[in-house]
């Protein structure tokens, strides 16, 4: 995610208090206990947990079951901010499971079935308990479909913009981070529970839906439109989106992937086209700092809705505010939303404590495009922020923020500035070396701070505990680095 500055600034002074809200559930078990399978198995069955243990965020995702693939199938009518969904739930148990919870923040589910059989369902605030017909043993796949429907809504986190599903003045909005894909489909809420996603989405003719991964085709009927996209490698559930509205798309092809980029047509022809026009620009060159491009499909969306105040790596195709556009072309936006194609949606986070290692990673990629661009060097940026960083950032430590700095100065600036003095104190050849097999060894799945802290002792041969102590977690300005 990139926040404009003025929101930075602000952030950890608002944000206080109002993220982790998605709600209640903590009793689910209980009672979807009480609905036990059948008494002549000899097997041991319990209600899986209401999340999957965030420290930050307890209620996000659930715990006994691990999805492969959502089919998620909405149509969305704007006139009557209708949703009406059908979503199905690809999944292995991991362990026997009487009942399981999915994450769902209002409308109203009409119909379960597990296996095809009817399930009974209930709701405990923003967590939907499902009790299979029988139960489901663990490392065995089942598939749930859900149907419901409803006047979807944001979750009120909003000081960060709007997290989730926003109608907009000519469609939708469905976006956010630390969580949005709740408002819109039923799902296994957080970052440590990837999966490969098909999206379906209906919405009248005339308009545009855009999703993640590569368009799959499009098919209308009765003044309908349905736009088919697949995002076929894992991704975490907060990288989802969709947009729909009016838009000036463009399409292409680059290195035998699918180039589509949206731009709204509130927005007239400028800065924002020409910035995401160098999307592929930007991603070859940090395809060659940090490895293959991860992904089968290129993009970018660009929104203009007051509600939305930042840019988000959704997968695949970022979604970027006009705002960002406003004093001219900004590819600075575009390579950090890009970088976190490899760091924080390839490699994504395990928990949410971790958040420096999407932010810290993609904002230093920010530097090094500057750099490349014919801007200040990184090693410039870095002693401008050194020199001139408030004092709360040295007070906040980037590798524990807490939740109310979770996008704050801090994890932005402090981490980068974190990024260079590794790369100050291991030298170009290991910084980099660092960096690609991070990419590689994590492809496609999750990583913690403890893990890239062993890589880079690994490839530079050095202790680096002090260094990462002092950075990430230090309630004080560090010592400036120094080759080792
Ligand atoms: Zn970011």
Not at 57 to 81: H, K
Not at 241 to 264: C, D, N, Q, S
Not at 368 to 381: F, M, N, P, S, V
């Amino acid at each position: 995610m990139a926040l404009p500055r003025r929101v930075l600034l602000v952030t950890g002074l608002l944000v206080s208090g109002a993220l982790g809200v998605s709600g209640c559930g903590s009793s689910a078990e209980s009672e979807a206990g009480s609905a036990a399978p059948s008494p002549s198995s000899s097997r041991q069955f319990k209600p899986g947990g209401a999340g999957v243990g965030d420290d930050y965020f307890p209620t996000y995702g659930n715990g006994g079951y691990d999805v492969g693939r959502y089919t998620v199938r909405v149509r969305y009518d704007p006139a009557t901010d209708r949703l009406t969904g059908t979503t199905t739930v690809q999944a292995a148990a991991t362990a026997n499971l009487s009942a399981f919870n999915l994450d769902l923040a209002g409308l109203k589910v009409r119909e379960v079935t597990v296996d095809g059989a009817p399930a009974r369902h209930l709701r405990k605030g923003d967590e939907l308990v499902v009790t299979p017909a029988r139960g489901l043993i663990a490392g065995n796949g089942f598939v749930a479909e859900i149907s419901y429907d409803g006047e979807p809504a944001a979750l009120p986190n909003e000081t960060l913009g709007a997290g989730g599903f926003l109608h907009t003045s000519d469609g939708a909005i469905a976006l956010g981070q630390p969580e949005s894909a709740s408002t819109w489909f039923p799902v296994n809420d957080h970052p440590s529970d990837k999966a490969a996603y098909d999206f379906e989405i209906t919405v009248p003719a005339g308009l545009t839906a855009v999703s993640n991964g590569v368009p799959v085709g499009r098919t209308s009927a009765d003044g309908w439109t349905t736009w088919k996209w697949a995002e076929r490698n894992p991704m975490a559930s907060y990288l989802s989106m969709v947009v729909i509205g009016k838009f000036r798309l463009t399409r292409g092809e680059h290195k035998g992937r699918p180039v589509f980029h949206a731009v709204t047509t509130k927005l007239s022809e400028g800065a924002a086209d020409r910035s995401i026009a160098k999307t592929v620009k930007v991603a070859d060159y940090l395809e060659r700092l940090f490895g293959p491009y991860p992904f089968e499909s290129y993009g970018a969306v660009v929104v203009s809705d007051d509600r939305i105040r930042y840019a988000l790596e959704t997968q695949s195709r970022p979604v970027y505010a006009a705002s960002f556009f406003r004093q001219g072309e900004n590819t600075g936006v575009v390579a950090h939303e890009l970088a976190h194609q490899w760091f924080g949606n390839s490699v994504a986070l395990t928990r949410w404590q971790d958040i420096w290692l999407n932010e810290g990673l993609a904002t230093y990629a920010e530097w090094l495009w500057t750099e490349h661009d014919g801007g200040r060097t990184a090693a410039q940026t870095f002693d401008a922020r050194y020199a001139g960083a408030a004092s709360r950032v040295w007070r906040t430590p980037p590798g524990k923020p807490g939740v109310e700095n979770l996008f704050g100065e801090s994890v932005y600036q402090r981490g980068a500035m974190t990024v260079h003095a590794l790369r100050v104190t291991v030298g170009d050849k290991a910084f980099f070396e660092i960096l690609k097999t991070w990419a590689a060894e994590k492809r496609h799945g999750n990583g913690t701070t403890a893990q890239f802290v062993a890589l880079a002792e690994r490839i530079s041969g050095e202790r680096l505990d002090d260094l990462f102590d002092d950075w990430l977690y230090g309630t004080e300005r560090p010592a400036r680095p120094e080759r080792r």
